[in-house]
Structures are given as structure tokens and as C-alpha cells.
């Protein structure tokens, strides 16, 4: 990388969304009586919003009851990486046709466990950043 290049780019909302959809694991962060909560979820991007599936439990509870959560997914290579937050509204689908929807999405808990509720993320403000990696 020349002297003079700035190894951090900042990245437009739409490539912030792509980047996201590119990847299935990101860190969903709440609030819980003052003190920040960090749970990793495996999601999918549904009509640019963050869609999760969780069961009852201080994860569910944090997000939905909090006035605000963020979320973050990443992704690197050896020559560098990208980083996307978003800050948002949680919300538990209750809609027959939300969570129809929702269940045409390939997204399956990773782990045996029963996850039956549908959690949307829905956006405020989204950022993301590109990294290129020193030699």
C-alpha cells in the first residue's frame, strides 16, 4: 500500500447492505439493566432489515423491550476486511404474513435448539467500513 493511501474507506449504505447479505453471523448488541449485552446470531438481510430467529430468554427480552440495539457483522481476508454497524429497533414478528415471509428465508437455527420466534432489525442508521491490511 503506497505511504500516502488511506487504508480505511468508508462504505455507501448500499454497499454496507451487500456486504451484510454476504455473510450469515453477526454480534447483536442490547442494553439490559444498564449494561450492554452481546449475543452472536445467525441472520439473513430481508428487504434491508436483520432477521434472526431466538426463543424466550434475556436475548429476545433485551432486544425487543430496549429502546434500541445494534448490530455488527465483519468479514476479512489476508489483504484486509470490511465492518458493517447497524443501529436500529428490534421487533418479534406477529403478522401471519410477516412470518410467512420470513419463513421463506433460508434462515435455520445452527443449533438444535427450538428458536420458533421471528425477530426483525429494522435500521436507523447503518455504517460500514473497509480495511486494507498493512504488509
Known amino acids: 500500500m503506497p505511504a500516502d493511501a488511506d487504508p480505511v474507506t468508508v462504505l ?19 442494553i439490559l439493566d444498564g449494561q450492554p449485552e452481546i449475543f452472536p446470531v445467525n441472520f439473513v438481510i430481508q428487504r434491508r432489515t436483520v432477521l434472526f430467529r431466538t426463543a424466550q430468554g434475556t436475548k429476545l427480552f433485551s ?10 457483522a465483519d468479514d476479512h ?3 484486509g476486511g470490511w465492518s458493517v454497524i447497524l443501529k436500529g429497533r428490534a421487533h418479534v414478528l406477529s403478522a401471519t404474513e ?12 445452527w443449533i438444535p435448539t427450538m ?16 480495511f486494507e491490511f498493512g504488509t
Do not use: N
Not at 454497499?15 to 454476504?22: D, F, G, N, V
Not at 410477516?98 to 437455527?109: D, F, R, S
Not at 428458536?115 to 429494522?122: D, F, G, I, N
Open 115 to 130: 428458536k420458533p420466534l421471528y425477530v426483525r432489525v429494522v435500521a436507523l442508521e447503518i455504517t460500514g467500513r473497509r
Open 77 to 79: 481476508t489476508a489483504a
Open 12 to 30: 455507501s449504505e448500499d454497499e454496507s447492505w451487500s456486504l451484510l447479505s454476504s455473510v450469515s453471523l453477526g454480534r447483536l448488541v442490547t
Open 98 to 109: 410477516e412470518i410467512l415471509e420470513a419463513e421463506e428465508t433460508p434462515l435455520i437455527p
Open 63 to 72: 432486544a425487543v423491550m430496549g429502546d434500541r440495539v445494534a448490530f455488527e
